[in-house]
């Protein structure tokens, strides 16, 4: 089986070898594992551009190159017509070739996918979408549309469109999905152990790009007050992006330098680690699709402090499974609060977060794509 993945996620070529974004590249070697030949249509970029990636580790065919654009503007839309009409060729030529269809979705390259699609109905088709898709968030209009050809049965056939979270009213091309990053073995072998707050300080963590939309100075304003009611607190924060300066500014004019530390990126060992030894995640996240780190702190009985967006409150059992975020400090600390307060809660909702999130590994993950790429 041939099978070609058509994606906005760039290929990186550097010093003769092929890359991708670290978490899509393991991702993609259980694809490529129940595959006889694996095809990307793609950008491809000459530089990493601060992205986190890894060599691609298994054999690829050679890449079909995607021309990127943007469609932000009226002006953008205009300048992006001849690149848009290469790759919809592109695709096309693709596709026909394939003996299944993979697309990624949202984005740009998605969209034209998911136009192109239309015309290949017997054509057996995968569609993962990554993001949002709660039928009443807010999301571009390109989105939208994606999401509405995808749905749409008429329109596109002979397709599994997986998605993160259990919606009503979905058509039968819709199916719940998730992602996983342990596998059951790593649950045989672990030492597992739920933080006892009554002996060590209370350690928060928050793993994720240092970005508007993660919104880590919301995670350090939490860790903050917390600090000056009297709790003993840290946090640490384990990735980059542009917040960064932003952050160590507050941080130093705040005094927060003996509580808050930024760690960078780090090993998936490292993060493991940090999961074992702390006792909440905070993600004040904007939007998700499905937030690996929420299931990876439950996994190891690190409570969950998140925002309800997308997915997150069927994750953590709408509050059974952790805490969900109003995005009002007060009324944030006061549910954080006692929460710390009260251990055998504590130890409640870190165990059922702990049960739940071990269900989904990568051994499951694995037999689930190759139901849908064997049937």
């Not at 654009?69 to 205009?78: A, G, K, P, Q, R």
């Not at 939208?144 to 998605?163: D, E, G, P």
């Not at 840290?234 to 300066?245: C, H, N, P, Q, V």
């Amino acid at each position: 089986m041939k099978l070609v993945v058509i994606s906005s996620a760039p290929i990186v070529q550097k010093e003769g070898e092929n890359y991708l974004y670290a978490p899509y590249e393991k991702e993609m070697q259980l694809w490529a594992k129940h595959a006889n030949s694996i095809q990307f249509c793609c950008p491809i970029w000459k530089e990493d551009k601060k992205l986190l990636i890894a060599p691609i580790s298994f054999e690829t065919t050679p890449t079909i190159e995607l021309k990127e654009f943007d469609i932000t503007s009226f002006s953008n839309m205009l300048r992006a017509i001849p690149n848009a009409f290469v790759d919809l060729i592109r695709i096309f030529e693709a596709m026909k070739k394939a003996d299944h269809i993979h697309l990624r979705c949202p984005g740009n390259m998605a969209l034209l996918a998911a136009v192109v699609q239309i015309f290949f109905p017997k054509k057996v088709k995968t569609a993962k979408y990554a993001g949002n898709w709660d039928p009443k968030a807010r999301q571009p209009f390109t989105y939208k549309l994606q999401r509405w050809i995808l749905s749409n049965t008429i329109l596109t056939k002979n397709i599994q469109v997986l998605v993160y979270g259990d919606w009503e009213n979905q058509t039968k091309n819709i199916k719940p999905f998730f992602t996983a990053t342990y596998s059951e073995s790593e649950i045989l072998n672990a030492n597992f152990r739920i933080q006892n707050k009554d002996q060590e300080s209370i350690k928060f963590l928050f793993v994720g790009t240092l970005s508007r939309g993660k919104q880590p100075l919301y995670a350090i304003q939490i860790v903050e007050e917390l600090f000056k009611k009297g709790k003993n607190v840290t946090l640490d924060l384990f990735g980059d992006g542009a917040m960064k300066s932003e952050i160590e500014t507050y941080i130093r004019n705040k005094n927060l330098e003996s509580i808050i530390q930024l760690k960078g990126n780090q090993s998936k060992d490292a993060i493991l680690t940090a999961y074992q030894n702390s006792h909440f995640l905070i993600l004040p996240s904007k939007s998700e699709g499905w937030p690996k780190v929420v299931a990876e702190a439950m996994f190891w009985g690190c409570v969950p402090i998140a925002s309800p967006v997308s997915c997150i409150s069927y994750m953590m059992g709408n509050g059974s499974r952790g805490i969900l975020l109003h995005e009002k400090i007060q009324e944030d600390i006061n549910q954080i609060d006692m929460v710390i307060n009260n251990q055998d809660f504590y130890h409640k909702i870190a165990s059922e977060g702990q049960s739940w999130s071990q269900q989904f590994t990568t051994d499951r993950f694995e037999a689930e794509i190759s139901k849908l790429l064997n049937g």
